[in-house]
T-cell receptor
Framework: GAVVSQHPSWVICKSGTSVKIECRSL??????MFWYRQFPKQSLMLMAT?????????EQGVEKDKFLINHASLTLSTLTVTSAHPEDSSFYIC?????????????FGSGTQLSVL | QKEVEQDPGPLSVPEGAIVSLNCTYS??????FMWYRQYSRKGPELLMY????GNKEDGRFTAQVDKSSKYISLFIRDSQPSDSATYLC???????????FGTGTQLKVEL
């Protein structure tokens, strides 16, 4: 299957700082990428849909000024958690769908564990 | 009522057992069905993908879809300790739209 690379795998930061998470499709182009958040022993919660060359679409209740998404190319989307606070500590996962195929398969990155002190 | 229902478990089975994991859904617009396996603190890995009613087999895994009953299953034969993970069902309506995920079933295969 297609490979999605997510970096970093884990990050610890101080409260008030910003953290950037990168998501790359390594062997395919992805106009659309998705960002999820996952709490322990819970399912994936879709935060936003990232679209190359346009603004991201955020799910209800997700603060777009808090979670900045930039999809600058067909292989890279970034999520920046601005002014992070301890309640932002979570597991963040990106996913991508291959442009050139019509199936609905979604491939995930390995996730980023964010801990805000 | 959630669009997709999945028993969170945990489900504990002995090594070698046949495992049955299930999801039900309420929206008949779902046409694509997937099963993902997620190990702790890792991203989900696509296991099975189907888009029609019936069975699809891949090694020890069999995915079953019954659109008339709005019910999907994943069977794991000869389960191994390495199968211990959380299994998520996912469904899509097509058109490149977002998938809807179940809550995941935690499976533990014991020696």
């Amino acid at each position: 299957g297609a490979v999605v690379s997510q970096h970093p795998s884990w990050v610890i930061c101080k409260s008030g700082t910003s953290v950037k998470i990168e998501c790359r499709s390594l062997d395919f182009q992805a106009t659309t990428m998705f960002w999820y958040r996952q709490f322990p022993k819970q399912s994936l919660m879709l935060m936003a849909t990232s679209n190359e060359g346009s603004k991201a679409t955020y799910e209800q209740g997700v603060e777009k000024d808090k979670f900045l998404i930039n999809h600058a190319s067909l292989t890279l989307s970034t999520l920046t958690v601005t002014s992070a606070h301890p309640e932002d500590s979570s597991f963040y996962i990106c996913s991508a769908r291959e442009d050139r195929v019509t199936n609905e398969k979604l491939f995930f990155g390995s996730g980023t564990q964010l801990s805000v002190l | 009522q959630k669009e997709v229902e999945q028993d969170p478990g945990p489900l504990s089975v002995p090594e070698g057992a046949i495992v049955s994991l299930n999801c039900t859904y309420s929206n008949s617009a779902f046409q694509y069905f997937m099963w993902y396996r997620q190990y702790s603190r890792k991203g989900p890995e696509l296991l099975m993908y189907t888009y029609s009613s019936g069975n699809k087999e891949d090694g020890r895994f069999t995915a079953q879809v019954d659109k008339s009953s709005k019910y999907i299953s994943l069977f794991i034969r000869d389960s191994q300790p390495s199968d211990s993970a959380t299994y998520l069902c996912a469904m899509g309506k097509g058109g490149g739209n977002k998938l809807t995920f179940g809550t995941g079933t935690q499976l533990k295969v014991e020696l």
